[in-house]
């Protein structure tokens, strides 16, 4: 069975106004067993996260914005340890999603996200240096 081992513990080290979106610490190794990875996924205390990257689209946020925040940090570990390969990380971020709450047509529409748009970020490179 998926859970989450310890809580969240994050500080707020810059809050960019002009992007929508802060970057947080984590406080202490944050951890999750998957069983899509079948793993214990260790986000380490230090990491840092914008949990997740949604477009700041009007509809777009409202709908997926600040809705996954334990499953997108886990998201966020595994996209930048690449210690699973890139569909694994988006069936985690689903899963964790389930796990901490999150309905499943925004699981959904949060996984499609990734898989349709992730490739840039998978790679290194920022969503503001994305080209669409």
Known sequence: MAYFLSKLEVTLIDNDAAQGRGEWSLDEDFIYQSDVADRKITAPKGFQTDFASVPRLPIVFWLAGDTSTEAAVIHD????????????????????????????????????????????????????????
Not at 91 to 97: K, N
Not at 101 to 125: D, L, T
């Open 77 to 132: 570990w595994l996209y930048t340890s690449k210690i699973v390969p890139r569909r694994t990380a988006d069936a985690v971020l689903r899963e964790a999603g389930k796990v901490s709450g999150v309905p499943a047509w925004r699981r959904w529409m949060i996984w499609a996200g990734v898989r349709a748009f992730g490739a840039g970020p998978w790679n290194g490179k920022s969503w503001l240096d994305m080209r669409f």
